[in-house]
């Protein structure tokens, strides 16, 4: 198996997996803004479904060739860094942004339109709290006081849930990929192997519900 996808050149540049991936991102993109305005319980549900739930694991299921692909070419130290630069610099970025700009003017909003310094980095969860809880990819803290509230949310940037996920699913390519190339698992192991790391995903998509579409990320790079 490992020899087919290897014969598979799925260059960046040469393929139309990205624009796949730009599509299924932009119904991404637009079903999220109807929760964010609260009005995705007023679409029909197949509406509902294909623009808010179906785009999540087709994404990943089709970037599942791509980091395959990175992670049979590059050594375990080359493809995390390409991994880690693709994903946290653009992460932190959007923290920075939330707490340096648009945090200050929602709480300008709510303040009607005055701004105290003092009173803004003194709200709980402070904007430096809100920095150094969401470095780890995880979201602990998703909301800067309650300045949210304006617009009836409680968190600035919902959407970033999947990067843990995405990183974790990272890290579980690597492993597949490490333990068929390197320590030389008879083939006929494959599937079991794969098989066996699905259930385990299915398992947890029972207990995380939400989360159910993040194995079609590893699914994929061997479908």
């Known amino acids: 198996m490992v ?12 393929n139309s997996l990205n624009l796949l991936r730009l599509i299924f991102a932009t119904f991404v993109l637009i079903g999220h803004s109807f929760v964010v305005m609260s009005e995705s319980n007023y679409l029909p549900y197949f509406i509902n479904y294909i623009i808010l739930f179906l785009p999540v694991p087709c994404f990943f299921l089709v970037s599942g060739y791509l980091i395959a692909a990175s992670a049979l070419k590059n050594d375990l130290k080359t493809f995390f860094k390409k991994r880690f630069a693709r994903i946290y610099p653009a992460y932190f970025c959007c923290i920075l942004l939330i707490v340096v700009f648009f945090a200050p003017i929602a709480f300008i909003l709510v303040n009607g339109l005055n701004f105290n310094l003092n009173d803004y980095l003194s709200l709980n969860p402070s904007p430096l709290q809100f920095i150094i809880y969401n470095l780890p990819l995880i979201l602990l803290k998703l909301n800067i006081g309650n300045i949210l509230d304006i617009i009836n949310q ?7 849930w999947t990067l843990i996920f995405e990183f974790g699913s ?3 390519i690597a492993l597949i990929i490490f333990l068929i190339t390197k320590l030389k698992i008879k083939e006929k192991w494959f599937p079991k192997l794969i098989l066996l790391m699905h259930i385990g995903l299915i398992l947890v998509s029972f207990v995380y519900p939400k989360y159910d579409g993040i194995g079609f990320g ?3 790079t061997f479908s």
């Open 218 to 220: 590893i699914w994929g």
């Open 154 to 160: 409680n968190n600035w940037n919902p959407s970033t």
């Open 3 to 14: 020899s087919i996808i290897k014969s598979i050149e799925l260059n960046n540049r040469d």
């Open 170 to 172: 990272y890290v579980s």
